[in-house]
Each structure stands twice: as structure tokens, then as C-alpha cells.
């Protein structure tokens, strides 16, 4: 009789995964190196921005450029995390719609573990190499502050990847949502790049529960600059509610899918 | 030993049901119409270890429904399966360390990699020991001959060399069933001779219970000592291959090529279904006649080039079995 | 006769019908992007107040917060009628040997494009401009657009257009050496965002870097007829042309020269 997978088993999967991913990339070597480069510009491009906008106006409310430093740095680590080790999740609606987990139900592994790491964007790697740079450049240089760095990364990184799946599952129970969830993935990745005091008044209300860009960019750069446990706890709590939101709307939908009810299903 | 047990298998599917009119199309959005399809009605069978079985019918008639629910990906409404002592709806992933199979239009094998780093993937998905698996694996590569394939990435093989890398994927970790659905599609007639081998010996030497669907008459011909059909969600035939052939096989078609013109035809018993000047195409009533006969007939009066004999297809067999069942 | 007649009228319900509920899709998909640009403005207004309230300043290099606003969706709109990018078309073409047989057909394949470049774009441009004027007008209130403006700037906009239909040509044909145009695109999309005064106005940019700025390609693409349209200026008007004109000169000949040295690739290696 099998015994369960163990976490460990997982974990040196993911890394397997991981390389399965990069090697297969890899094979157009040229693509693949110019995508990392072609990332890293793209970064340099918006510090370059900011850097512009900060120097004809050094403070916005309080907020420097050192703090547009830190945000960058936490949402690009953060985001290199999620597509490194989870860009699959971003296809889910449509892996769904075409009937590719099929494949994945077949293998005896954990289905979402799987779906995560169908893919991995190695322009990603670019990225995370750009965030731990530009943290550099906010002048935090501090073993505790790169620590509350990397942790204030790893845990929005969490809620990122919940709020991925939650939209994505939604497919499961509506057929194809791609689109939709397109945008609104592009409209959360808006929010968090702008300076963060210049929101105000009652669109924030929306922000902070429709979009949690409030924890995904807002809060962690509020906790860097000014460390308070409680909100830590908070953003900590938030993340692991999230994440069994996620699951279990994510389960739900594979029951649904299981009994083939979806609409567009092929018989 | 029954290693496959299915009592009374259903599986209804709702599809929303839309009809034509605005004023439908309004009442749809509020209120949708549901039509009830059942696409698997009323299933029984058991398979016993080491059988090589062909599951067959046309397309919509709830083949693939069936397979899918004995690998668990999908439920049934009703109804008992049992797959290695598994119920595959609650126990998935445990069954999954125990089956394989091989769906031609989804490949298993990373694309753009050598298959030996898929194999090597896999041994880890199915937590297989290292050992074990280095000498399965040796044992595969030998008996599917693709030692000189296993470092190429796989884009570049031919369909056929895929193909058997891919069956030889769907067994690294020693199944005890596998599902092969269409197995030789797409490949040329080595291909699917080769490929048919690898089948035939793993079931005979190995006793992997082998679950075979295909539209290739000569896959179920040469490979399946068992075969069942379904249409429309039922079985309609359930027994011996040979007695398909013997029982539905009525007619076969006789093309034949020649180096002078052919005038005429004159094979009693065979009916001329397509004449050129260079070729003629006959259909013998194989109840009646031998193929023996009029081969003769044709080597006695013409000088024949090219030979080349087809069965009726196998739809049109299954058609008229259904339409015999009918009666 | 009546019954002829009713079952045309159907007929032609049931066409309009189709289409209707085709165009309803087409609808939604374009109202979903243009929340997007809503959503832009109203971060653009709430960061140029505070910026504008943090330096004390109503008015800055010419600009009210308004204008400001304005310029930027403008800015944003005349760039978002350039997609989907000339360069993702070339690199298809050249990757597909479509390119090879267009050669053969009698109308000059750059022309051939262009036009279909400018016809691309002129429909998402105007809904575009229309949501966004009406969420400006919400959210900053009106600005004093005069008719000099709107006609000289239209003049600025389509050089500017076609100055980016030149550049975005010239890296798909860079199909022909590179296996993946995109990242060059990418670098050309992040030039126009540091210096296209897609985020940030040119006029708002320190003093040392504006004169830079203004002179780059970047900033003429769609920047400097928004920047005109919203405070007319005669002068600055016949400094954006000259620029303009410049750099139009300039990629015109890079296209038509790298264009020679690709076909000749072809023609060499076979397409």
C-alpha cells in the first residue's frame, strides 16, 4: 500500500520541476537569454522612471524614492517567486477548457501541485535578480531588514499565488474565464507600482477587498518602513486564509470538473 | 482474478439546452433548460489479469467516458467499478501508482527535452527506488529499441519513435494495467508492426493487463484476443475477437494493379466496385468465395503489379452489428 | 405577397440578431479594456494632486493638474491604437516566409502595412479617447482645448503615428538575424514608457533631463501631440515637427536599408 507523499518529496519534486522547466527553455538559447535580459531592462526602465519623477519631486507625503526602491524590490521578488515556482497556475482556466489536466489526474501527485508547475517563466529569474538589486539601492542594508525583506516577499508572494487560483478556479464552475481574469491580474499589478500615499477616499475600500493589493504592495512596504508586529500578524493571517480559500474553492471545482458537468465537456 | 469489475456503470451528463428566439434566449439566461445525455448506460463487464482486451465503438459512444471513470478522473453516476481492488472515484492518486496509459492526442514526454529526462521525472512522481528503476528501465529500452533515442530531444523523432517512447513512459513504473487509447494513429505500416510487437510481448511476457481502444482494424485483428463494443452507452458485443471476425466480417475489398490495360473483369462472385484502366477494385463476398480464387483468377490473366486487400472499415462493421443487434 | 415580405423582415431580424449578440462579445471585451484605462486615470488624478498639493504649485512648466491628466490619457490612447505591434506582425511574417512571396505582390509591402497600421487603430483610438475624456471630465474637471490645437496636434499625432509604425517595422525585421523579436520590442515598449511621457509628462521631468527627452523619438511618438493639443503653443509646435521630421528621416532610411539587407538574406539562405 502507498504511503502518502511526504512534504519533502514534494519539495525536491518542485525543484525537478523547476529545472525540467528551465532546461526545456533552455533549448532556445538565445530566446531564453533574452527574455532574463529582456526582463531586467524592463525593470531598470520603471526604477528609471520613478527615479525621474523623485528627483522633480522628492517627496510625495512622506514617500521618497528609497520607499519606491523597497516596493519595487518586494514585488519583484515577490512576483519572480510566484513565476518561478507557479507560473502553470496562470493557464489553469485554460488547461481546464482544453481538457489538459486529464493527464495530470492520471499521475499520482497532487493536481494543483501539478498544474503550478506546468510552466515556469524564466524571464522570472531576471526579475528576481532586478528585485534583489534594487533592494540594495533603498539602502536598507541590514541583516534584519534584507530578513524582513525576504520574509514581507515570501508571504505576499502567498497571497498572490491564492488570489491566481482563486480567480483561475473560477473556471471550473463558468468554463473559460481567461479573459477576465487576465484583466484583472493586469489591473492588480497596476495598483501596486504606484507610489502607495496617493491613494485615499473611498476606491481604497474597493482595493482593499476586491484586490488585495493592499496586502500585496501597500502593507508590506508600510511594515518595512515603519515594523509593527500586529500588522505583520495580520498580513501573516491574511495569507493563510487566502491560501485555504484557494484550496478549497480549487477542490471544489475538481469535484465539479470530476463530475463532468462543466459546459463545454467532451464527450 | 478480476483485476477490472464494472456493475451497472452509468454516467448522465446535463447539457445546457438553449433554443432558438430571443425571447428563449432571455428565458435561458434566467431560468436554462437542461437536456440529459446519457452517455454511458448501464455497464457491466470484468477484465482478469494479463487479459488483452480491444474496447471499441464509434465515436460518442462512450468509450472515453468509460476509461475516464476507471482511472478516476471522472465520476459515475451510479454504479460499481473496482480496478485493483480501488475505487477509482475515492482513490485516485493510490490507483494512479498502479495503472498506466498512453491518450495518442496528449502526449506524456516533455517536448522539448530527451525522453530520458521525462523517464527520469516519472521515476520520482512514483517515488520508485532508484535501482529498480535503472534496471526496469534498461529492460524497456531494450525491448522498445530506443536506446538511440533516449538523449534526443523529443520534438525531433518521428511520430512512430514517439510513439514508442511514449508507451515505454506509460510503463517505468511496472502498471499492472494499461490503457492504450490508439496507440498506432498516425503511423506508417512498420511503425504500427513495431509498436503492435511491444504489445503483444509485454502482455505475454510481462501479463500487463492491456486496455486497448483503437479505430485500426489491424490493431484489434492482431492484438486482442477479447473485444467489446459500445454504442450509445451499452455494450453490444462482448466476446472473442475471432468470433467478430468470423460472425461480422462479410465482405472483403480486392485492389489490384497491372502493367496492361485491363479490358475486362470477368471473376464471378465478385462484384467491381471502381475500374481503371491500370486498376480495378473488386468486393468479394468472402462467405462465398475465396480470396484464393480470384487471386488466381487475376495472376492467370493479367500481370498483376501491386496487390492490395482491405477489410470493410470497422465502423461499417460495428455499424452492421449494431443494425444485427437491432433485429 | 404580405408573407414575402414577413419572412424578409425576419430574415433580416435574425442577421441582426447574430450580429448583435457577436458585437455584444466584441462589446464587453472592449469595455473591460477601457475600465482598464478608467482605472488608469483615476490613479493618474490621485497621484497629481498629492504632487501637485506636495509642492505647493497650481501650475507646473505650464501645466495645471488637469492638463496634466488630460495629456496623459491622451497619450495613453494614441499608444494603445498602436497594438497589436508592427514588430509581432513583421517577425511572423518573416518567420513564416509570408514575407517572401509579399515581394511578389504589386504594392510596396511597407505602404501595404502602414495602412493597415493606421486603419488598425483608428477605432480602439477613438473609444479609447472617448471613455477616457469622459473620465477625465469626472474626475479633473475640463480643460481649454482650442480648435488650433486639436488640428495642429491631430497634425503631430499621425507623424507621431507613423514614426512608430517606422520603429516598431524595423524590429520585426530584425526577425531576419533574431530568433525572438520580443525582447527588442520590449526594450523599445520601456524606452516609451521612461521617455514616451506615458506616466510622467516631459514638462514634469527635471530641467536637465527634459531637454534629452524631448529630443528622443520616444517623447514624439504620442507625447508631444497630447502635450500640444492640452496648451497650444506655436513654438513649441514647430520644435516638435522639426524633431519629429528628424527622426522620421532618419528610421525611414534604417527601414529601407535594413530592409535590402533582408531580402538579400532571403534570397541567399532561401527564406
Known amino acids: ?267 | 482474478m478480476n483485476v477490472i469489475e464494472v456493475k451497472n456503470l452509468k454516467k448522465e451528463f446535463q447539457i445546457k439546452q438553449k433554443r432558438a428566439g430571443l425571447k428563449n434566449g432571455l428565458a435561458f439566461l434566467l431560468r436554462p433548460e437542461y437536456k440529459n445525455i446519457k452517455a454511458v448506460d448501464d455497464l457491466s463487464f470484468s477484465v482478469s489479469r494479463g487479459e488483452l482486451l480491444a474496447f471499441i465503438g464509434p465515436n460518442g459512444a462512450g468509450k472515453s467516458t468509460t476509461i475516464k471513470m476507471l482511472t478516476g478522473i471522472l465520476f459515475p453516476s451510479s454504479g460499481h467499478i473496482n480496478v485493483l481492488g480501488f475505487d477509482p472515484a475515492k482513490e485516485r492518486q493510490k490507483l494512479a501508482y498502479n495503472i498506466g496509459s498512453v491518450f495518442g492526442q496528449k502526449p506524456q514526454l516533455w517536448y522539448h527535452l530527451p525522453a530520458i529526462d521525462t523517464y527520469n521525472l516519472l521515476a520520482r512522481i512514483y517515488e520508485l527506488d532508484q535501482r529498480e528503476y535503472k534496471k526496469h528501465l534498461a529492460f524497456l529500452v531494450e525491448a522498445f529499441e530506443i536506446g538511440d533515442l533516449l538523449n534526443t530531444p523529443v520534438r525531433k523523432l518521428s511520430l512512430g519513435q514517439r510513439m514508442r517512447c511514449e508507451i515505454a513512459a506509460s510503463l517505468i513504473h511496472k502498471p499492472k494495467i494499461i490503457f492504450l487509447d490508439e496507440p498506432t494513429i498516425g503511423l506508417d505500416v512498420v511503425a504500427k508492426q513495431h509498436i503492435r510487437e511491444v504489445i503483444k510481448y509485454l502482455n505475454e511476457k510481462e501479463k500487463v493487463t492491456i486496455f486497448l481502444t483503437s479505430h485500426d482494424a489491424g490493431d484489434i485483428e492482431s492484438l486482442a484476443r477479447r473485444t467489446i463494443i459500445v454504442n450509445f452507452g451499452k455494450i453490444i458485443f462482448d466476446g472473442p475477437t475471432e468470433n467478430l471476425k468470423k460472425n461480422y466480417i462479410k465482405s472483403k475489398i480486392v485492389e489490384l494493379v497491372t502493367e496492361d490495360p485491363i479490358e475486362d473483369f470477368n471473376f464471378q462472385g465478385g462484384k467491381i466496385i471502381e475500374k481503371g484502366k491500370f486498376d480495378i477494385k473488386v468486393e468479394l463476398d468472402i462467405s462465398k468465395n475465396s480470396i484464393d480464387k480470384l487471386l488466381s483468377f487475376a495472376v492467370e490473366n493479367f500481370n498483376i503489379k501491386d496487390i492490395n486487400i482491405f477489410d470493410p472499415p470497422l465502423e461499417e462493421i460495428i455499424a452492421d452489428i449494431y443494425r444485427a443487434q437491432k433485429l | 405577397m404580405n408573407g414575402v415580405y414577413a419572412l424578409k423582415i425576419i430574415k433580416y431580424f435574425e442577421v441582426a440578431k447574430i450580429n448583435y449578440f457577436n458585437s455584444l462579445v466584441y462589446v464587453i471585451n472592449a469595455l473591460s479594456r477601457s475600465g482598464v484605462v478608467v482605472i488608469r486615470i483615476w490613479i493618474f488624478a490621485q497621484l497629481y494632486k498629492i504632487t501637485y498639493t506636495a509642492s505647493g504649485a497650481e501650475e507646473i512648466s505650464g501645466l495645471t493638474v488637469a492638463m496634466v491628466v488630460w495629456s496623459l490619457m491622451m497619450t495613453q490612447s494614441f499608444q494603445s491604437s498602436g497594438r497589436p505591434p508592427v514588430s509581432e506582425i513583421i517577425d511572423e511574417e518573416v518567420k513564416s516566409g509570408a514575407l517572401a512571396y509579399s515581394i511578389n505582390r504589386p504594392y510596396s509591402y511597407i505602404l501595404f502595412h502602414l495602412s493597415g497600421y493606421m486603419g488598425r487603430g483608428t477605432s480602439s483610438l477613438f473609444i479609447n479617447l472617448l471613455i477616457g475624456a469622459a473620465a477625465s471630465l469626472i474626475l479633473v474637471g475640463p480643460v481649454k482645448i482650442t480648435l488650433f490645437g486639436i488640428l495642429f496636434g491631430a497634425v503631430l499625432m499621425i507623424f507621431g503615428r507613423l514614426l512608430d509604425f517606422l520603429i516598431s517595422f524595423i524590429i520585426g525585421l530584425a526577425a531576419f538575424w533574431i530568433e525572438d523579436t520580443t525582447a527588442i520590442a520590449w526594450i523599445y515598449a520601456k524606452g516609451q514608457m521612461v521617455f514616451g511621457g506615458i506616466i510622467l509628462p516631459i514638462a514634469l521631468f527635471p530641467d536637465y533631463l527634459q531637454k534629452i527627452a524631448e529630443f528622443l523619438p520616444f517623447s514624439q511618438l504620442f507625447y508631444s501631440a497630447a502635450r500640444l493639443i492640452v496648451n497650444f503653443d506655436m513654438e513649441l509646435f514647430q520644435k516638435f515637427i522639426l524633431i519629429q521630421f528628424f527622426w522620421i528621416a532618419v528610421f525611414s532610411a534604417l527601414a529601407y536599408f535594413i530592409f535590402k539587407k533582408g531580402l538579400k538574406y532571403v534570397t541567399i539562405n532561401g527564406g
Do not use: C
Request: aromatic share 16%.
Open chain 1, 1 to 267: 500500500m502507498q504511503k502518502d507523499t511526504s512534504l519533502g518529496t514534494y519539495l525536491s519534486l518542485t525543484w525537478e520541476m523547476v529545472k525540467m522547466n528551465v532546461l526545456s527553455a533552455m533549448e532556445y538559447r538565445v530566446s531564453f537569454a533574452m527574455q532574463v535580459i529582456g526582463m531586467i531592462v524592463n525593470d531598470i526602465g520603471l526604477v528609471a522612471l520613478w527615479f525621474i519623477f523623485f528627483e522633480k519631486f522628492p517627496e510625495i507625503r512622506g514617500w521618497t524614492f528609497q520607499d519606491t526602491a523597497v516596493l519595487f524590490a518586494i514585488t519583484t521578488v515577490q512576483f519572480s517567486i510566484v513565476m518561478i515556482l507557479a507560473n502553470g497556475s496562470f493557464r489553469m482556466a485554460r488547461m481546464i477548457a482544453n481538457g489538459e489536466i486529464d493527464n495530470l489526474l492520471s499521475l499520482p501527485k497532487n493536481v494543483l501541485w501539478q498544474i503550478s508547475l506546468s510552466k515556469t517563466e524564466v524571464s522570472a529569474f531576471g526579475d528576481l535578480l532586478f528585485g534583489l538589486v534594487i533592494y540594495f539601492f533603498s539602502g536598507n542594508l541590514s541583516f534584519e531588514s534584507f530578513g524582513l525583506f525576504i520574509l514581507l516577499s515570501v508571504i505576499t508572494a502567498v497571497i498572490f499565488f491564492n488570489f491566481i487560483v482563486i480567480t483561475q478556479s473560477i473556471a471550473f464552475f463558468t468554463g473559460n474565464f481567461g479573459e477576465a481574469a487576465v484583466q484583472l491580474f493586469h489591473a492588480l499589478l497596476g495598483f501596486t507600482l504606484y507610489p502607495q500615499t496617493a491613494f485615499f477616499g473611498v476606491p481604497k475600500v474597493i482595493t482593499l477587498t476586491i484586490l488585495p493589493a493592499f496586502f500585496i504592495a501597500t502593507l508590506p512596504v508600510e511594515i518595512f518602513r515603519n515594523f509593527n508586529i500586529f500588522s505583520l500578524g495580520l498580513m501573516i493571517a491574511f495569507a493563510i486564509i487566502t491560501f485555504f480559500i484557494a484550496i478549497f474553492i480549487f477542490k471544489k471545482g475538481l469535484e465539479r470538473y470530476e463530475s463532468g458537468n462543466l459546459i463545454n465537456i467532451k464527450i
